[in-house]
């Protein structure tokens, strides 16, 4: 008993130390694994002082071999159990006579998890089906907004003709770009999930047929999008690439720029929907006004700018009450006196005499083009293209491909940079890296302390990779990306990993101890510790099953973390229980280390 509750104990103490550097991480992608972190250590910790003190008074009452039978069912499954474990023995032998080559095969799975780290595409989070889409209607520049209004009928249209969708909001004149008249944005709700199972019914299937439908329409361009997948660090689904003008140029430049960024983008054949809503040719109306001629008249500055803003503006005067009820009231012209340019002739202006001055006398309009807005990004100007990846293609690879275009593309004097979600995928890249290895370390620092060795820390760990290789493969053979879910269920399968390690080294150590040979040691905590090792990782691997497998609302994030830790744990169960004793062995007989001698029990024997 007190072998068992002291590998208990280590097996804590590691899952711990796995997530202790985890809740410590800045950024949107610490506070995803913060989350984490915190629910499965304290889960760890309670579920270590359950073991230690419940669970032992508890075994002893239920445990009683003289007052209970097994039964026919489970003698039954005892002996098969008891045949697999004879084989299984057996078969380590086996191993063990040919442990350098089965060192030169573990060696080969570590080039195998290098390739397969490769082979699977990095993502931030999986695109989740959040029962909506948006779609983005841009006009030629200076359409009406009856004329954008038209145009989003027809795509109403064609979105009422899929089966899937429920209803559609439009707003014409609106978009995350600011307010434009040749601007408008449409919210798209789809039936509910228990109304379209199946793949053919989610939202990316929807996204892709309907997207080819809406592109052919003429007369504008639309953009049918995903939404965020985490809400509030994008407005849209995608992408978010900023072209910088570093140089400070002609802004028609930067506009034509953006374009080829653009073209090239959707012609790559990895990426589609790019499109920036910058325009550089805008109508407008600039207004000058003749500030010699006003001075001349006596007619103030200020009144001909308030004129002006009032009239052909708008300004709050008060609020009212009428009938118990409060409004508002403000000043403007009525509609048909702020139509057109010539309107001007009718509105007047008071001078320093108290005469009314004509502002047609003082003012002067002339039509042009230019940008509706300018934005700037890092501080210098920008414009920002937006787009998706086709199917089959993570968004990590997307924005490799956008990187090289851009590259290609982009002349002297510009340059590039990324935005909201695609900011923090860039950023949750290499922090992964660290995370892991600061996993690894302080694990290995942990079991240093415990064991008083540097070696056997280093046996246990070997395990590891193997459950890298199983997690990683399930998410390639299921086209899933390497994303921060995946990235919680790898750190977590270093625990994990360790502990079938942990359960063979440990009682290896004491069999030592009690004067077994290294190989007569291996092979027979081996057999010790079989059994535990099959029942805690097949618990482990039903338990995450649902996850893998889940359907519906946040759908993507279960199935990655689920499938990262079903196929690393079964990976690191089936490989590790036959490499780690080989590992043993050869480690250990370079490196004997010290034998601490311990008395034999009957109990430990059968434990």
Not at 81 to 103: F, H, P
Not at 252 to 264: F, I, M, S
Not at 533 to 552: C, D, H
């Amino acid at each position: 008993m007190r072998e068992v509750l002291s590998a208990v104990v280590v097996i804590g103490i590691v899952l711990v130390a796995v997530f202790l550097p985890v809740a410590f991480f800045p950024g949107t992608t610490g506070r995803m694994y913060q989350q984490f972190a915190m629910t499965i250590t304290f889960a760890v910790i309670l579920s270590v002082f359950n073991a230690i003190t419940f669970t032992p008074a508890l075994s002893a009452l239920l445990l009683d071999k003289e007052s209970h039978s097994h039964g026919k069912f489970f003698t039954g499954v005892n002996r098969v159990i008891d045949s697999g474990t004879n084989a299984y023995v057996r078969a380590v032998g086996g191993a063990l006579r040919w442990r350098w080559a089965m060192a030169l095969v573990f060696v080969m799975s570590l080039g195998a998890t290098w390739w397969v780290y490769q082979a699977v595409p990095g993502a931030f989070v999986p695109a989740e089906d959040e029962g909506y889409f948006i779609t983005i209607v841009q006009a030629p520049s200076g359409a009406s907004i009856e004329y954008t209004t038209n145009i989003m009928k027809d795509v109403e249209a064609i979105y009422f003709k899929q089966p899937e969708i429920a209803g559609v909001f439009s707003v014409a004149g609106f978009s995350f770009s600011g307010a434009a008249s040749n601007n408008g944005m449409m919210f798209v709700r789809l039936k509910g999930f228990e109304e379209r199972e199946g793949a053919e019914h989610s939202l990316e299937t929807v996204l892709n047929r309907v997207r080819g439908e809406v592109f052919g329409i003429p007369g504008a361009m639309v953009i049918p999008v995903a939404p965020p997948s985490i809400q509030g660090v994008s407005a849209l689904g995608g992408f978010q690439l900023e072209i910088l003008d570093l140089g400070g140029g002609d802004i028609t430049e930067l506009a034509g720029v953006t374009q080829q960024v653009a073209a090239a983008g959707n012609q790559s054949g990895r990426v589609a929907g790019l499109f920036s809503a910058f325009t550089a040719n805008d109508p407008q109306l600039v207004v000058t006004i003749d500030r010699d001629k006003a001075r001349s008249l006596g007619l103030p500055i200020r009144e001909v700018t308030d004129a002006l803003a009032v009239l052909l503006g708008s300004q709050y005067v008060n609020d009212f009450d009428f009938n118990n009820r409060a409004y508002r009231v403000y000043v403007q012209g009525d509609q048909q006196f702020r139509a057109t340019p010539a309107d001007l002739s009718q509105y007047y202006a008071r001078a320093g005499n108290g005469e009314m001055v004509p502002l047609s006398a003082v003012v002067r309009t002339a039509e042009t083009t230019a940008p509706a807005v300018i934005n700037h990004f890092n501080l210098f100007r920008s414009t920002e293209i937006t787009g998706a990846s086709l199917p089959g293609v993570s968004s990590g690879q997307a924005l490799q491909e956008m990187e090289r275009i851009a590259r290609e593309t982009l002349p002297q004097g510009y340059d590039f940079a990324w935005a909201g979600l695609s900011l923090e995928e860039t950023k949750s890249g290499s922090q992964a890296a660290y995370l892991f290895a600061l996993s690894i370390v302080l694990v290995y620092l942990v079991l240093a302390a415990q064991y008083e060795s540097w070696v056997l820390p280093f046996i246990i760990l070997l395990g590891v990779p193997l459950a890298v290789f199983g997690a990683l493969s399930a998410q390639w053979l299921r086209g899933f990306s390497n994303d921060v879910f995946c990235q919680v269920g790898l750190v977590m399968l270093i625990g994990l990993a360790a502990k079938n390690s942990i359960l063979i080294v440990e009682f290896a150590e004491q069999l030592r101890g009690q004067g077994r040979s290294i190989i007569d040691a291996a092979v027979e905590a081996a057999r010790i510790r079989l059994r535990p090792i099959l029942m805690t990782s097949f618990a482990f691997i039903l338990g995450v099953l649902p996850l893998a497998y889940a359907t519906g609302a946040g759908a993507g994030a279960r199935n990655s973390v689920g499938t990262a830790v079903a196929g690393g744990m079964l990976a690191s169960t089936f490989l590790s229980i036959f490499f780690i004793p080989v590992l043993y062995v050869i480690i250990r007989t370079v490196a004997p280390g010290k034998i601490r001698h311990v008395a034999a029990t009957e109990g430990h024997a059968h434990a």
